[in-house]
């Protein structure tokens, strides 16, 4: 847990966090893990209560991922499989705002898909006015349009609520040279160009992600969640993970 201190010192006013789907399971199991959601929810609402201004967006593999139905193209059209996968994003997205309601944190799940009885559909004034509320905007539905990942929805709606850095919550500790649950000889970066990033093909986000970030400006802390704190540390901005830049 990070000292309460840091983050009165926040180095950042306003974020977009991007949570992938496998972070509200237990141990790459399908499904969503209530222990796994109230970790990440109870990091989050001490970002919140030192006045840090926080959205997130959620993915859904833990769920569904669209991509597993391409090749039974036959069967399911892909692009139909795809919002399935966006429907599981709001899945993930109704788990965390439960879990911040119940630890006192006030939320607004707000997604790209019309589901009204469930969430709001996604306008950037109102989410720009809960945000200032001191609410938890949690954006689910991806951008609402298939053969689009959730890193592209979390570029996109971290540059239409124009936040200070884009947080991409990983399982591992910042961007490699290499896989390095495969390769321990791969080297970690601390701190990445835009064109680097897209010359040497690294695994940060997917390319239009990266583009749309360098585009307009947008720090990218690719950094690891499962590590207890690292959410408000990356928030504080100690230097942790791989920061992608200028």
Avoid at 39 to 61: D, F, H, L, M, P
Avoid at 105 to 129: H, K, M, Y
Avoid at 163 to 169: E, F, G, I, P, S
Wanted: aromatic letters at 4%; glycine letters at 10%.
């Amino acid at each position: 847990m990070s000292d309460p201190a840091e983050l009165s010192k926040a180095k950042y006013s306003r974020v977009l966090l991007k949570m992938s789907g496998e972070a509200f399971g237990h141990g790459g199991q399908s499904g969503i893990s209530i222990d796994e959601t109230l970790r990440i929810a109870r990091q989050i609402k001490r970002v919140a209560e030192s006045g840090v201004q926080i959205a997130v967006v959620v993915g859904g593999g833990n769920i569904l991922r669209g991509a597993q139905f391409s090749a039974k193209g036959e069967v399911i059209n892909e692009s139909t499989a795809h919002y399935m996968g966006m429907l599981a994003t709001l899945m993930n997205g109704l788990a965390l705002q439960e879990s911040l309601e119940s630890i006192g944190v006030q939320t607004r799940l707000q997604t790209a898909l019309r589901v009204d009885s469930v969430a709001e559909f996604f306008i950037r004034r109102r989410a720009l006015r809960h945000l200032e509320k001191g609410r938890v905007v949690i954006l689910g539905g991806g951008t609402g349009n298939p053969h689009v990942t959730t890193d592209t929805a979390a570029a996109l709606r971290g540059i239409e609520l124009e936040v200070d850095v884009l947080l991409k919550a990983t399982r591992v500790d910042g961007v490699y040279s290499d896989d390095p649950e495969k390769n321990p000889h791969a080297v970690r970066y601390d701190r990445l160009t835009y064109d680097r990033t897209i010359k040497e093909k690294l695994r940060v986000m997917d390319l239009s992600a990266i583009e749309m970030c360098e585009k307009n400006k947008l720090p990218i802390l690719v950094f690891n969640y499962k590590k207890e704190g690292n959410i408000e540390r990356a928030v504080a901005g100690h230097t942790i993970g791989t920061l992608v830049s200028e």
